[in-house]
């Protein structure tokens, strides 16, 4: 049993590394993707261009031997486009399916927020029960299932906001960013002659990484912490500067994200700063503030911290 358990930190460790190989400087959201993948999350990264949003997605496909599938999301894109399509066969005298690209183990969605709100709404199906419905049949999706959408926080012109039920499937959200003067050197160099993309070779499988997800959610959460964790989630409704609180789904992806994490730093067991640390990230994009406290300077990061505050951190309890 231990040398599974050896066997299983490797693999990470070599996943892990085979991405910082490609996307440099970014250890921490490296480790946030690994996270919500073992949790069976979603990601929304929100960023600029240019910044390796595609490339870390399409990396971490090929590390998992992953079936990977790309949508450009435009207003003309329709549901359809997505799900997949019956299509009648003359010779055999019935409808065939023919599966859309969300048939796949990593999807990448690209400016999700360009896509009409109908077209969007065909993903929620997809990213909470795992399987599309097309003309009355359900037709499950592989496993495991992964979608990772991107969009651009400063083109407002041709795009939608993303409404509240969808972003409230998705478990983090989370930016790269630019790399800092050292880090960008770095790459220059790296890539004068190849991109690391191209030299990735896979270290795991989509049957280890299923393995995985199911270690993950064995690892143990003391009751305490558990209730930590609906204490901070809660909190967020009471806020006197809150509209919308992080809903009970919140509660379950971020117990979910802390078991992952976990998992991804040797241990069976959440502590409260796995918590802490995942809170922002999971809850965060599931917050709407009031108009006034906005105008007043509040954000989503002072109202967490406020939270943070207020809520008591148990006694670290191990397994």
Do not use: W
């Not at 959200?173 to 993309?197: C, W």
């Not at 965060?284 to 002072?302: C, F, K, P, V």
């Amino acid at each position: 049993m231990e040398a599974v358990v050896q066997e299983q930190q490797e693999l990470l460790k070599q996943l892990k590394a085979n991405l910082e190989g490609c996307i440099l400087g970014k250890s921490n959201e490296i480790v946030l993707l690994l996270t919500a993948l073992l949790a069976g999350g979603h990601v929304l990264l929100e960023d600029v261009p240019g910044t390796g949003k595609t490339v870390l997605i399409k990396a971490l496909a090929k590390s998992i031997r992953g079936q990977f599938r790309r949508i450009q999301c435009n207003p003309d894109l329709l549901p359809t486009d997505i799900t997949g399509v019956a299509i009648y066969h003359p010779k055999k005298e019935e409808f065939l399916f023919r599966p859309g690209p969300v048939m796949t183990n990593i999807l990448l969605t690209d400016e999700i927020n360009r896509a009409t709100t109908k077209t969007q709404s065909a993903l929620l199906e997809a990213m909470e029960e795992r399987h599309v419905t097309v003309d009355g049949e359900i037709y499950e999706l592989p496993i495991p299932f992964m979608l990772l959408a991107t969009q651009n926080p400063i083109d407002f012109e041709g795009t939608y906001v993303l409404p509240e039920a969808q972003l409230d499937r998705f478990m983090m959200k989370f930016s790269l960013g630019y790399p800092d003067e050292e880090t960008e050197n770095r790459m220059v160099a790296a890539q004068a002659k190849l991109h690391p993309i191209e030299q990735i070779k896979a270290v795991a499988s989509v049957e280890e990484i299923s393995a995985l997800q199911e270690k993950a959610r064995e690892v143990h959460m003391d009751d305490a912490v558990g209730q930590y964790a609906v204490s901070l989630t809660r909190k967020t409704r009471e806020h006197a500067s809150v509209f919308l609180g992080a809903s009970p789904r919140a509660t379950l992806a971020l117990v979910q994200a802390a078991k992952a994490y976990a998992l991804l730093n040797g241990r069976d067991y959440v502590v409260p700063d796995d918590l802490k640390h995942l809170a922002p990230y999971v809850l965060g994009h599931r917050i709407i503030l009031h108009a006034d406290a906005r105008m007043e300077g509040q954000t989503i990061e002072s109202v967490l911290k406020s939270v943070f505050e207020q809520v008591r951190v148990p006694v670290r309890l191990e397994k």
